[in-house]
């Protein structure tokens, strides 16, 4: 076999056999292998002719046909199987090879795989990939994690056949070892969120207004001329215009309403709980799938009494400009959070993400893409320290314009019975960091009382305890 292919793909199901015909369509030789061969040969079979795969039914064969430094990119499924193909590859592969996964592995796996394989003598580079088949096919938005090196020799290719703005790929070097596959996480958490926002504004404009699902999609597709111009949007104006070809009914009527997740939000809910950073946007959503899909407990809460009362809508332009004034709030937020995430993770690990550029890439390709990105990169490239994005002399004054019609709209909610988990906790956080004083302050007291907690005073500097079982005095702990 020749040292011929410019890189491999090692997994053909849908997304690896698309990047494959991504990377050949831009002009790269393609070496290809999956465990089944006949994977192998279907992808020859349907699409052979559109440029230069070479195909192996032996991983060996494979590896020999990749040209120095072979770079192998794995598309298979994540977990087990993920680490049973890195085995097979660095069992032949040779000092200063490449294995990139771009399965969608939790980052802490990534963080393991990296150090087994340097202490082999290979670079490993995690890398997230968003966009679906689809976007795999044609250009995705990447977040390649690993060494700045090992980016040298994959970098070009993968920003080739990323997706573009502007000329400018929707690809950049992230950070080491798990720090690509982390913004990928809280990538799929922000999506979690925007979701679960888009949905709750559904909700009141349905049950506000009574309008059909199509006349919502009215309304959500004039909101793409606003700053909310995104693919979610707009794919929600999409559904909302789909009538089941059986029954006649608006196809959302007749989908079950119970919300599926295959772990991405949890992933960046727990490790925001580790890192103790607030998404409460990203954790609101996840429950809220969670409730949706609880059939017991929805199916035994007939006794409780229903408090579901039609809103009033006195203004139906007032209305519908509420609803898309509290949703944009309510992103600014959830997206504030995601990134106060990932500054903390980066503290935590080590990692110097530069949050412009994660915010560029995120701008076409993937599910977040979004006009609003354009935004939160101008931010960051005017002050990549940012304590918090929703603060930002280009945010605030727009968050603050709008704050006003998210307060109306949770407390319609709260009044009317219309369940607003992700709208409700934006308002909260909103309150909370702008709190002057917040009765944290009492929780210490309590914290002391129980378990000696101590706590610090707001006038003279040192660590407190006050004797509650005793004399109830003072005395300076530290
Ligand atoms: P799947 O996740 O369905 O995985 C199927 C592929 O994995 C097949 O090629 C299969 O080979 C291979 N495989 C499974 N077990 C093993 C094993 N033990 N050894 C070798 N190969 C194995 O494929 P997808 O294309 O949907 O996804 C690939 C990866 O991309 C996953 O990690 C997924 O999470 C990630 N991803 C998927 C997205 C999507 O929209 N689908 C989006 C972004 C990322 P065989 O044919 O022999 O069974």
Redesign the pocket.
């Known amino acids: 076999m020749s040292e011929t292919a410019d890189i491999g793909v090692v ?6 056999a698309n990047l494959a015909r991504n990377l050949v369509s831009h002009g790269y030789s393609v070496a290809v292998y ?3 061969y006949s ?1 192998t040969e279907k992808l020859m079979a349907d699409h052979g002719h559109e440029g230069t795969f070479i195909p192996s039914s032996d991983i060996a064969d494979f590896v020999a046909s990749l040209s120095r430094p072979r770079v192998a990119i794995i ?4 977990g ?3 680490d ?2 890195i085995d097979q590859l660095a069992e032949h592969m040779e000092e200063g090879d490449i294995i990139v996964d ?3 592995a939790h980052f802490k796996d990534t963080i393991r795989r990296e150090a087994a394989i340097q202490a082999r003598g290979l670079h490993f580079v995690g890398a997230g ?2 966009g ?2 689809e976007g795999a096919l044609e250009g995705p938005s990447i977040m390649p994690g690993g060494t700045p090196e090992s980016y040298e020799r994959v970098g070009p290719m993968l920003e080739k056949i990323s997706a573009h703005v502007d000329g400018e790929p929707c690809c950049t070097y992230i950070g080491a070892d798990g720090a690509g596959h982390f913004v990928k996480m809280v990538h799929n958490g922000i999506e979690y969120a925007d979701m679960q926002l888009i949905a709750e504004a559904y909700d009141l404009l349905r049950k506000g207004l009574g309008d059909t699902p199509e006349q919502i999609a009215d309304i959500f597709e004039s909101w793409m001329e606003t700053e909310l111009n995104s693919y979610l949007i707009e794919i929600t104006a999409e559904v909302l215009r789909q009538y089941d070809a059986e029954t006649g009914k608006p196809l959302v009527d007749v989908i079950v309403d119970a919300a599926s997740q295959k772990g991405t939000g949890a992933w960046t809910v727990q490790t925001a709980l580790e890192l103790g950073v607030p998404v409460t946007g990203i954790g609101e959503a996840t429950f809220a799938r969670g409730l949706s899909s609880s059939p017991l407990q929805r199916g035994a809460s007939a006794p409780l009494e229903s408090h579901a009362l039609s809103i009033e809508v006195e203004d139906r332009d007032e209305f519908i400009e509420q609803v898309r004034q509290a949703l944009y709030a309510s992103k600014i937020v959830a997206y504030s959070q995601g990134f106060d995430l990932i500054q903390a993770a980066a503290d935590f690990y080590g990692w110097e993400i530069d949050k412009g550029e994660l915010a560029k890439i995120w701008r076409a390709g993937c599910i977040i893409r979004a006009i609003f990105l354009n935004d939160i990169t101008d931010a960051y490239r005017a002050n990549p320290d940012l304590p918090l994005l929703m603060a930002d002399e280009h945010f605030a004054p727009k968050i603050n314009a709008c704050i006003p019609s998210l307060r109306q709209i949770v407390s319609r909610g709260a009044l009317t019975a219309i369940p607003l988990p992700a709208f409700s906790s934006s308002l909260a956080y909103f309150d909370g960091v702008r709190a002057d004083r917040l009765p944290a302050a009492l929780i210490q007291g309590q914290r002391d009382f129980f378990g000696a907690h101590t706590y610090l005073r707001v006038d003279n500097e040192g660590v407190y305890h006050t004797e509650w079982s005793g004399d109830r005095t003072e005395s300076r702990w530290d």
């Open positions: 997994g053909l199901a849908v997304m690896g999956n465990r089944s994977r598309l298979v499924q994540a087990a199987p993920t049973a193909v771009c399965g969608n990939i968003s679906g088949e």
